[in-house]
């Protein structure tokens, strides 16, 4: 014993880049890695568990890419992929690209091989120059080449992430770097636990004051909110000031519920009038992009698809570049999101006019009007069952459930879920986001039901399924209480298309009549074949009752969809002459 225990005690002084990696994300509070094993990283799966972070194991790395986004968020903390090299990697840059894009925070974590023999191209396993590959698609990419960086190198990436305009951030750690040992108390003193990573960002006075000067002259001003003004988790004073100026507000797709869809004010009912008619326009972390037709257009009012509308636009932003990126803003409101509307609420005054009558009648004799239209639409009840029939279920459920975390994505899946499922609660939608990508389905859903620990429903389109499907047995093997409603149309947008030719299949559409459902029992979950609305209401309800994995086969009529949903209009078709 006596010569055995200066060994023990010389070890047990020594730390490695595995143990530190995994101190380093403790130290800052991160507590899940969404990711796949396999060299080089398999070890850090392993340890990472044993050291209480929980570990989820994915079957495609882009899918755990997606989780580890959507996470991010969910909590402003980064959420984690961790992937081996090249091809892993590979895999996961997709959802790093959509974290950039979307300015959710999240770090790729990625294993990488033999620096020496990657930057001499000597043909190492899985050989690739990562970083140089990640770091157009993040907004920060570092490489780790020393045990005691690993400290450093995390810290910047989590701060990266989290601070000003949140995105995406690659992390490159060679496999070398992970068997290095250093000394414990050493290894320890470098790691950083970051102070204030996401430090606010007040805006200045003279900016609020020309925002509510300009908000305070508007004889139809319009409220935007996107999904910034809902990761910003400044719920009750955005709440509390829409509320009180009384001005009408348009949510984009998941900054719906930071309001319920059902509030008053709420103008989406009316959108296609209230955009073109708005002389004042006051944007909440949303951008001027394609889903708000760069502010100009035949859909702000303007002659031709470039024409301005004419209104005037308050931009409140984290990132100062955002302003005039598509039209003039008149009035930009740099700051963070929480400290940008506390500014109104508190520069607003006790004698704030309320919108004049005339606008407010307008949207609402719109409103009424829209609502009792799809309220009639919603009611029919044709056979098969349509993409009406099916999301006036969705509705009610999501209404009886308003906690449960909503995911969507597809085409006429998504589009006509979004406008008919009302949404209650905030960031309880999450869907395709900015690029309006399919394949974000399951890792939302993995993500969804670990942060929250609520119930998961997800609205999927039978090819937006199809991206990340496999994911039903990680869905299966946590026992997460999620439940797929696929809306079965046999294909993209539809089921009806054929091969001129008669050869093939049509390229948008799939084995007729499939069975998606038996897909979910191969795993042990539930699998239900629904084609009445009874029957979907029935297969929901349980599902949500029990708490168990279910995936229901909705069958859609295949001819009930329309190409490329709401954005036919960005299908180029042939300048040829006929
Ligand atoms: C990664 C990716 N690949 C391809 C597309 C193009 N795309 C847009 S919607 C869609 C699928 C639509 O079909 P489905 O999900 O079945 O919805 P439906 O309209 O039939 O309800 C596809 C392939 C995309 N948006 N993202
Ligand atoms: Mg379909």
């Known amino acids: 014993m006596g010569t055995v225990e200066p060994q023990v005690a010389a070890q047990a002084q020594q730390t490695d880049g595995f143990q530190l990696v995994i101190d380093a994300l403790k130290l800052n509070g991160i507590d899940t890695i969404y990711g796949l094993p396999g060299i080089p990283i398999t070890d850090l799966t392993r340890r990472a568990q044993a050291a209480g972070l929980r570990v989820l194991s994915f079957r495609h790395e882009q899918n755990a890419g997606y989780a580890a986004s959507i996470a991010g968020f969910l909590t402003q903390k980064p959420g984690i992929c961790l992937t081996v ?38 043909g190492d396993y899985e050989e690739m120059d990562q970083l140089a590959i990640a770091k157009p698609l993040a907004k920060a990419a570092f490489r780790v080449l020393h045990a005691e960086d690993i400290g450093i190198g995390l810290a910047r990436a989590i701060r990266a992430a989290v601070s000003g305009r949140p995105g995406g951030v690659y992390l490159d750690l060679p496999a070398k770097l992970f068997a290095q040992s250093i000394d ?18 007040i805006p200045a006075p003279e900016a609020v004051k020309r925002a509510l000067e300009l908000l305070k002259g508007a004889k139809k ?46 103008a989406s009912a009316a959108r296609s009038f209230v955009l073109p008619e708005a002389d004042v326009v006051l944007l909440v972390g949303a951008r001027l992009n394609w889903l708000l037709s760069h502010g100009k257009g035949k859909t702000w009012g303007g002659k031709t698809h470039k024409d301005w509308g004419g209104q005037k636009f308050i931009q409140v932003d984290i990132s100062p570049q955002e302003a005039d990126s598509n039209v003039r803003i008149d009035a930009p409101v740099v700051g963070d999101i929480g400290s940008c509307v506390s500014a109104f609420l508190a520069g607003m005054g006790a004698s704030w006019p309320k919108p004049p009558a005339e606008w407010i009648n307008a949207i609402n004799e719109r409103k009424s009007k829209n609502i009792a239209k799809m309220a009639e639409t919603l009611t029919k009840n044709p056979s098969p069952m349509n993409f009406h029939s099916a999301l006036n279920v969705v509705r009610d459920i999501v209404k009886a459930n308003p906690d449960a975390m909503f995911v969507n994505e597809g085409a006429n899946a998504l589009d006509f879920t979004r406008s008919i499922v009302d949404m209650y609660k905030p960031r309880k939608r999450i869907d395709v986001g900015t690029w309006g990508i399919m394949g974000v389905g399951m890792g939302y859903c993995v993500a969804a039901a ?11 389109g039978d090819s ?16 997460l209480p999620v439940c797929i409603v696929i809306m079965n149309n046999n294909g993209v947008y539809r089921g009806t298309d054929v091969d001129p030719n008669g050869r093939d299949p049509a390229p948008t559409v799939f084995v007729k009549n499939a069975r998606y459902d038996k897909l979910m029992e191969a795993f042990g979950g539930v699998g239900v074949h629904a084609t009445t609305p009874a029957e979907l209401r029935k297969a929901m309800e349980e599902a949500i009752r029990s708490r168990k994995p279910t995936l229901i086969n909705a069958v859609i009529d295949e001819t009930a969809g329309t190409e490329s949903g709401r954005i036919t209009s960005l299908n180029p078709t042939s300048g040829k002459k006929k």
């Open 85 to 122: 090299s090249a091809p892993g990697f590979l895999n996961g840059l997709n959802a790093l690209a959509h974290a950039t894009v979307n300015c959710f925070p999240m770090i790729l974590i990625s294993g990488s091989s033999e620096r020496e023999i990657v930057d001499l191209q000597q």
């Open 184 to 201: 414990a108390a050493a290894g320890k003193n470098s790691l950083i636990k970051v102070v204030d990573p996401a430090p606010r960002q």
């Open 450 to 460: 670990v942060v929250t620990k609520q119930q998961v429903i997800a609205i999927e």
């Open 464 to 479: 937006a399924f199809g991206f990340s499907g496999m994911e039903v047995e990680t869905i299966c093997r946590y026992n």
């Open 221 to 266: 001003p319009l409220i935007i909110l996107g999904k910034g003004a809902a990761y910003a988790q400044a719920d009750a004073e955005i709440r509390s000031w829409v509320e009180k100026t009384g001005i009408p507000y348009l949510p984009m797709s998941m900054a719906k519920g930071l309001l319920p869809d059902t509030h008053e004010q709420c």
